[in-house]
């Protein structure tokens, strides 16, 4: 009988754990592994992503102003100046591609395609190692709770279709507008998280610019499909900077208590940094 040890020991397949055997041949596929190095080649480190966030928080919070006087105003009255004169010179446009565009731009606001949207992004961040981008992302439809809860204490009826052309009748207050709100926060979140995360870059300043349009092109949208009037839209957008600003100070204050100053002890638990740490943070430490 032989005494070697190695003779008498169990085969590898009769003892070793399922996952032990087939853990090397576990690997994320190609196109992961290589988006993943792609990211950390071409973003900040989560230090310098703080320092460049806060100065783009500072500059958007000088630019919010008078939410307040224009509900004050729109519970007291039917109409801004302006407002059914800008819906009738935009209502004139009869181009089918012009139309078919704003369409499509305000379609991919309601929650049907809004909802998916937003957890795939967040999964794609979460992909990339953006761990708290991705969290940030999906709180973005936290703005859905401050706009009903001013629609429903200004209570602006909506457009009338005997006054404006109307695509959809919508059963809700008009004021302001919830379309414009959502595409501020959650566009907006991510042109910031774009330009503060990532180095200048074609892909990057493609996507930033895409994010823009549709920030830019909503207000219009919605005036043009008669759903809301203009002042609802600007409204939409002031309350949602508003609301864009809150959840950027958050996101600062998190992502500087996980990565704070050079020289000064980090107060959030290991366990809880290391799986938030993002791409670009080793060659930071």
Not at 111 to 119: D, F, K, L, N, R
Not at 167 to 181: D, K, Q, Y
Not at 230 to 259: C, E, N, Q
């Amino acid at each position: 009988m032989s005494t070697n040890p190695r003779d008498s020991s169990p085969a590898p397949d009769a003892t070793e754990p399922v996952e032990d055997m087939l853990l090397p041949q576990v690997n994320l596929p190609e196109i992961a592994i290589e988006a993943q190095r792609f990211a950390a080649e071409t973003s900040y480190s989560g230090r310098k992503a703080v320092s460049r966030g806060t100065m783009f928080l500072a500059f958007y919070l000088w630019l919010l102003s008078g939410a307040g006087i224009l509900s004050w105003i729109a519970q007291r009255t039917q109409f801004f100046p302006g407002d059914m004169s800008i819906t009738a010179n935009l209502q004139k446009q009869k181009n089918p591609v012009f139309r078919g565009f704003l369409y499509w731009v305000s379609e991919v606001g309601f929650w049907q395609w809004s909802v998916p949207q937003t957890i795939g992004v967040a999964g794609v961040f979460w992909a990339l190692r953006f761990r708290l981008e991705a969290l940030f992302i999906l709180l973005t439809t936290s703005s859905n709770i401050l706009n009903a809860i001013v629609k429903r204490v200004i209570k602006r009826p909506r457009p009338d279709k005997e006054l404006v052309s109307v695509v959809r009748v919508l059963n809700e207050p008009s004021f302001p507008s919830g379309h414009v709100m959502h595409y501020t926060n959650f566009y907006g979140l991510l042109i910031y998280l774009l330009a503060t995360n990532w180095k200048p870059g074609k892909l990057r300043n493609a996507l930033i610019g895409v994010c823009t349009g549709m920030i830019a092109t909503i207000g219009p949208s919605r005036i043009y499909l008669g759903a809301h009037w203009p002042s609802d839209v600007m409204a939409g957008y002031l309350y949602g900077g508003l609301w864009f600003g809150g959840i950027i100070t958050l996101y600062l204050r998190v992502k500087a208590s996980l990565h704070p100053p050079k020289g000064t002890q980090m107060f959030v638990p290991e366990e809880i940094a290391k799986p938030l740490q993002q791409p670009g943070d080793e060659q930071d430490a």
